[in-house]
């Protein structure tokens, strides 16, 4: 009788054997594009835990090895074990209008977020919410703005220093803070917004999604109930989100039971936008939390990444704070903190997507899983169960694209909006615009859709700390610490700092 070390030998062999047949055999599908790292079993194994820490690297090996072709990568962050990263504004513009019955972004976000180990229940349910951040909350937020600006001014004197001495401060972990009191200002409004509690459990849930999908990430398929033992907390933190908003809710779907969805009084709020989009089966306490956490965890996270950028990048180069204090308090004293004011900060759209051009969020962009064969019109074929992406950073820094690609110009693109010779350069150049040379915010019918909200948050969010605050790098350093990269994914250091001090005005 065999013993029960002969066994697991004996089931370890087989394991090795069925993984092996199974790499080939996914392989030949793709065998035709071309690979960057090892295309063998041991190698391509190897590679693809390697992509973790170095993914990055090896895409922009790929963009300039590669252009304007495709070219796949092995990875352990899709179900298929490889990534196709595709190249040239054609290919890019296919990608982009690809029917979402074929290319899909939802399954693309089911592999990459691994939302059936992290959200369990949740993660095949109605996106309800995406119409929601698309349509009310991007309409309602012009004529609240003065309530987000009043959050902002409040978080950062709560946050930021107040005194004439210089201060240095983690960035991120002051930055979060700020975007979540301010984001929940629109979301939830006055008292909950300032709520320690609440606001901890959202800005907690916020970085466990990101910390639990890496990890879950590292887990075989074969292994991933055991990842869930891990990170699968979403429903413990939905229980403490529903002990505020549960009675809110509650009182919300009784009114609305009681008068009809435009009763007197009726808050206008995302708790009530949700209400509005819920398919009958998700007007319930349970359903309209999660959608209240997973709104707030794009919001933050996006947010405060691309503020603490910017943020880096001015306080190694202090020599643009001049001209756009400039630019805001002529346009602050003409229009006010308004919406509108901010879509004619110009100068300050430009820095901020200057920075967010150069650090970014991601090495990719515009991802999409194959759920049938898609043909590309120069003959590539994406088979069904494959993830394609365009190769965003590379974009990015590509100079027959961009002059001096790799040198920060911070008014690029506000001079590109007002010396271009087209009639739509003004609008085309704004950070909000898609466009196939600048995909931060991806491309097509699927590219964030709170990025009108996002954009012109972090405008005024930099705008209020650079008419009352000055800042710099410690050390007066012109160097900002290097970002982090996480299968492709970046993040500016977490542990970097600036110096504050409150500014004095004349």
Request: aromatic share 10%; proline share 5%.
């Amino acid at each position: 009788m065999a013993t029960a070390t002969e066994l697991l030998v004996t089931a370890a062999i087989v394991y090795f054997l069925h993984q092996c047949f199974m790499f080939y055999r996914i392989r030949s599908k793709i065998r035709n594009i071309p690979t960057v790292g090892s295309d063998n079993f041991l190698g391509a194994t190897l590679d693809s835990f390697k992509f973790v820490l170095r993914g990055h690297e090896s895409i922009k090996e790929g963009y300039l090895k590669y252009k304007g072709m495709a070219f796949k990568i092995p990875t352990i962050t899709t179900s298929s074990g490889w990534l196709i990263v595709v190249n040239g504004e054609q290919m890019i513009e296919e990608l982009r209008k690809a029917p979402s019955d074929v290319l899909s972004f939802s399954e693309t976000t089911i592999d990459s977020m691994q939302t059936e180990v992290v959200f369990g229940k949740h993660a095949h349910a109605s996106e309800f919410q995406v119409g929601v951040v698309r349509s009310p909350l991007t309409r309602a937020f012009p004529s609240r703005f003065a309530e987000i600006t009043d959050e902002i001014v409040e978080s950062c004197k709560h946050y930021l220093p107040n005194g004439s001495d210089w201060v240095s401060l983690s960035l991120q972990k002051n930055l979060i803070h700020i975007v979540c009191r301010t984001s929940n200002r629109l979301f939830v409004g006055l008292p909950l917004c300032r709520n320690p509690e609440y606001r901890k459990i959202q800005e907690d849930w916020t970085i466990h999604v990101m910390i639990a999908a890496h990890v879950a990430h590292l887990f075989p398929k074969a292994l991933k109930p055991i990842a869930k033992l891990f990170v699968g907390k979403v429903d413990s933190m939905t229980r403490k989100v529903e002990k505020f908003l549960g009675p809110i809710i509650t009182e919300r779907l009784e009114n609305d039971a009681k008068y009809g969805p435009k009763w007197e009084g009726r808050p206008n709020d995302l708790v009530s936008w949700l209400i509005d989009f819920a398919p009958p089966e998700h007007k319930n306490v349970e359903d309209i939390t999660v959608r209240v956490m997973l709104i707030n965890f794009a919001a933050i996270h996006t947010t405060s990444l691309t503020l603490t950028n910017a943020l880096l990048d001015i306080a190694a180069r202090t020599e643009y704070i001049k001209p756009l204090r400039e630019e805001i308090e002529e346009v602050i004293g003409n229009h006010g903190w308004t919406k509108d004011g901010m879509g004619r900060m110009w100068k300050l759209d430009s820095f901020i997507k200057e920075s967010s051009r150069l650090a970014g969020l991601s090495e990719t962009a515009a991802a999409r899983k194959a759920v049938k064969d898609f043909t590309f019109s120069n003959g590539l074929t994406i088979p069904a169960g494959f993830t394609v992406a365009a190769a965003s950073q590379g974009i990015h820094t590509d100079p027959t694209i961009y002059e001096d690609p790799n040198s920060f110009n911070g008014f690029r693109f506000s001079e590109m909006r007002q010396n271009g010779t087209n009639e739509y350069d003004p609008l085309r150049h704004q950070m909000v615009s898609l466009d196939s040379t600048y995909l931060l915010f991806g491309h097509g019918r699927h590219a964030c859709p709170g990025r009108f909200f996002a954009v012109n948050e972090v405008k005024a969010m930099m705008a209020h700390i650079l008419l009352n605050y000055d800042i710099k790098l410690p050390g007066d350093s012109k160097e900002i610490p290097r970002g982090k990269y996480f299968a492709g994914a970046r993040t500016p250091a977490p542990n970097a700092e600036i110096m504050f001090r409150k500014r004095k005005r004349d």
